[in-house]
Nanobody
Framework: QVQLVESGGGLVQAGGSLRLSCIAS????????MAWFRQAPGKEREFIAV????????YYADSVKGRTTIFRNNAKNTVFLEMNILKPEDTAVYYC??????????????????WGQGTQVTVSS
């Protein structure tokens, strides 16, 4: 059974930083591209960032580019998302997702095979 478990969310002040983690189990982690999405209340789930199977290639949404880093540790089946200069509009539930394909990058939620339950990030102004 595949499981993706996010952690690291919480309440952060605007301008601050955070690091989210997602630990995967039940799959061969190194065969999956890993992505982060987020969903704010009343909005569609949107793509944030994706990292390729080896960790060499990354791709970011314009809304977070330049202040966000996605990276992974295949030895620990973990993918990370670091965000800096947080803004109130970054408030959302953040989800990690896994895709078993070498086609890169993929940014549509329907293209991902597995999802975590999400972790809430709230940025106060």
């Amino acid at each position: 059974q595949v499981q993706l478990v996010e952690s690291g969310g919480g309440l952060v002040q605007a301008g601050g930083s955070l690091r989210l983690s997602c630990i995967a189990s039940g799959l061969t982690f190194s065969k999956y591209a890993m992505a982060w999405f987020r969903q704010a209340p009343g909005k569609e789930r949107e793509f944030i960032a994706v990292v390729s199977q080896t960790g060499i290639n990354t791709y970011y949404a314009d809304s977070v580019k330049g202040r966000t880093t996605i990276f992974r540790n295949n030895a620990k089946n973990t993918v990370f998302l670091e965000m800096n200069i947080l803004k109130p509009e970054d408030t959302a539930v953040y989800y990690c997702a896994a895709r078993v394909s070498y086609s890169f990058p993929k940014i549509q939620r329907t293209e991902y095979n597995y999802w975590g339950q999400g972790t809430q990030v709230t940025v106060s102004s």
